[in-house]
């Protein structure tokens, strides 16, 4: 359904996977990788945005490089490439905000993992064009990427896994004081016997059929109410 486009990145080339609906235009959202990379699934995940009448670009803050391995998927997060990441995902904003098909003021981050971690982290960085932040079991390992949410603007509606080593109930808690403290607006969702990435349909060991259909309803109908 979609295709890879180039686009600017503060002096630099990002590069992406973008999905536009049959209508040919709708409202946008960026959808942020896992520690895989964009593989299959996050282009998947683009389709299926599209399906549902948004136009859905997935940056790729790998620069091309995707893995099936857990310990090469853990050292390529650990290597990246903090302050290109930061670039290329503001410049992928920016690019889905002024693009033809976008009919929506702002556009909606979507991310899983180490994407959900870089979804809060980017309505940081471009809190004007960033109107609804959906982080799924979050992880932000990276002492530089770092948000300074006393910046977000944006509503905040994350999915968390109850039994979860990265992302469960202390880092959730944790969170949602720092929130409550700035006075963010948000919604936190903690799925009952559920493991980390339980949203990810490619890894049967974890996926869970329930609770994934239920976490994107939620973001469907948050997204909608948010990005317009």
Known sequence: MGELVKFPSNGTEGQGYLALPDAGAGPG???????????DQIKEVCDRFATEGFVALAPDVYRGVETKEPDEAAKLMMSLNIERAAKDMVGAVHYLAHHEAVISDGVGVVGFCMGGGLALWLATLAPTEVAAVVPFYGVIPWEAAQPDY?????????????VDDFAGPPAV???????????????FFMYDGTEHAFANDHRPEVFAQDAARLAWERTLEFLREHVK
């Open 29 to 39: 959202v960026v959808v942020l990788q896992e520690w895989w990379g964009v593989n």
């Open 150 to 162: 006393s910046v977000l603007d944006a509503p905040v509606q994350g999915h968390y896994a109850e």
């Open 173 to 187: 808690a944790a969170l949602e004081a720092t929130f409550t403290e700035y006075g963010k607006t948000y919604e």
